[in-house]
């Protein structure tokens, strides 16, 4: 999620303070993600850099900010274009497991139960705070769509996992090729190493 987006849209529905954007920000999101104060003064510096915000009149002791006309403008674009899919974010799971299938030694069906037992005690826990959750609220209404997420990605996972499970036991099944072989390149440099 973008921060500097997400305070846009915040500083939309009017002026705020840093400490309210803050709280907002984490109340809006059910506290999912937890943003540093700092983190947070420094993305206004830069909305205010870029001209997408400014000093709002003072009449309070707190300095707060309001969008500009180019803010506006960022912010209605934003609402107005679908979150790109093309790059995903880097995932350490996938990472983990696309690493654990490919080194020798590892016990990859261990850390697919592992990881299953981590998923499905999550996908428990988001089930429990969504049965908690109102929706009468609009800010309840939004942190109940943001569980609604975490329990379709909890369940996702948990599919992901079974499949990748049954992947590797059909690969065990199966002669493992020699790391880089089947490449004629690769072959070519073998046979000249085996030829000395």
């Given amino acids: 999620m973008s921060v500097r987006l997400g305070l846009l849209a915040l500083l939309g529905e009017g002026s705020a303070g840093v400490y309210r954007l803050r ?3 984490e109340s809006r999101t059910g506290g999912t993600w937890p943003l540093n104060i700092g983190q947070v003064y420094t993305t206004i510096q830069r909305l205010e850099r870029d001209g997408f915000i400014e000093p ?29 899919r093309d790059h995903p974010g880097r995932d350490e799971l996938v990472i983990k497991i696309a690493l654990a299938v490919t080194a020798p030694g590892v ?18 826990d988001y089930t429990r705070l969504k049965a908690r ?16 997420n975490l329990v379709f990605a909890a369940e996702a996972e948990i599919r992901w996992l079974d499949h990748i499970e ?19 390149a690769h072959d070519d440099v073998a046979d000249e190493r085996s030829s000395r």
């Fill in 107 to 124: 016990d990859v069906a261990a850390i697919v139960q592992a990881q299953r037992t981590e998923s499905m005690r999550s996908l428990r």
């Fill in 133 to 148: 959750t109102g929706t009468e609220d609009p800010d309840d209404l939004a942190w109940s769509l943001v569980l609604d």
């Fill in 166 to 184: 049954a992947a590797v036991v059909r690969a065990a099944g199966r002669p493992t090729p020699r790391r880089g072989a089947g490449t004629a």
């Fill in 23 to 25: 709280k907002d920000f």
């Fill in 56 to 84: 709002a009149a003072a009449d309070s002791e707190v300095e707060e900010y309001r969008l500009t006309e180019s803010g506006a403008a960022e912010l209605a674009q934003w609402w107005a274009t679908p979150v790109a």
